[in-house]
């Protein structure tokens, strides 16, 4: 738990001190994964730092990573570019698993993409996704359809309650 803590202390605009931190990180004891969840934070932006952290994180067992792709997802508006090694691993583990992985990779990047700074971002990666995916591609789009007959009894049933025509909506349902 004490890499944060030192690299929070580092004043990465000397490049004599980030060269001591590159050797630092090299020989630092490796963290649990879990831990090292944390430098994939904004305030780490370091390119090293989160190459690090990716390389940790990606020992997760798939099951435990889909425990965290909502914070996965969200740091992948902290990277420098589109293509991240955190975007890749991702995007690799949803290619191997993409009934668990894949499927929770899917919603969390369709699900942020409503934030104007990182649309392109998540839009990218989730095309780059869906064009590698293969036969899975189906499913996304089995998944897209259910999910707009989903919202679209949402806004109805509400707009009935709205006008007051609980009967009728009870007899439709």
């Known amino acids: 738990m004490g890499l944060p803590i030192f690299l929070s202390s580092v004043s990465w605009e000397r490049p004599l001190m980030v060269n001591e931190v590159y050797k630092v990180?090299?020989?630092?004891?490796?963290?649990?994964?879990?831990?090292?969840?944390?430098?994939?934070?904004?305030?780490?932006?370091?390119?090293?730092?989160?190459?690090?952290?990716?390389?940790?994180?990606?020992?997760?067992?798939?099951?435990?990573?889909?425990?965290?792709?909502?914070?996965?997802?969200?740091?992948?508006s902290y990277e420098e570019n589109h293509f991240s090694p955190l975007a890749e691993m991702l995007i690799s583990r949803s290619l191997k698993n993409p009934f668990v992985v894949g499927h929770a990779f899917y919603w969390n990047l369709k699900s942020l993409m409503y934030m104007k700074p990182s649309y392109e971002r998540f839009f990218v990666l989730l095309?780059?996704?869906?064009?590698?995916?293969?036969?899975?591609?189906?499913?996304?789009?089995?998944?897209?359809?259910?999910?707009?007959?989903?919202?679209?009894?949402?806004?109805?049933i509400y707009h009935a309650l709205d006008e007051g025509k609980n009967w009728h909506l009870l007899k439709e349902i």
């Open 25 to 76: 990180l090299e020989n630092w004891a490796h963290m649990d994964p879990e831990e090292a969840i944390s430098l994939l934070d904004a305030k780490f932006a370091d390119e090293r730092v989160r190459e690090y952290a990716v390389s940790r994180v990606s020992l997760l067992a798939d099951d435990e990573l889909v425990v965290y792709m909502l914070q996965f997802t969200q740091a992948l």
């Open 127 to 156: 095309e780059c996704f869906l064009m590698l995916s293969g036969t899975f591609f189906k499913e996304f789009v089995l998944h897209d359809k259910v999910n707009a007959i989903l919202v679209g009894t949402q806004k109805a």
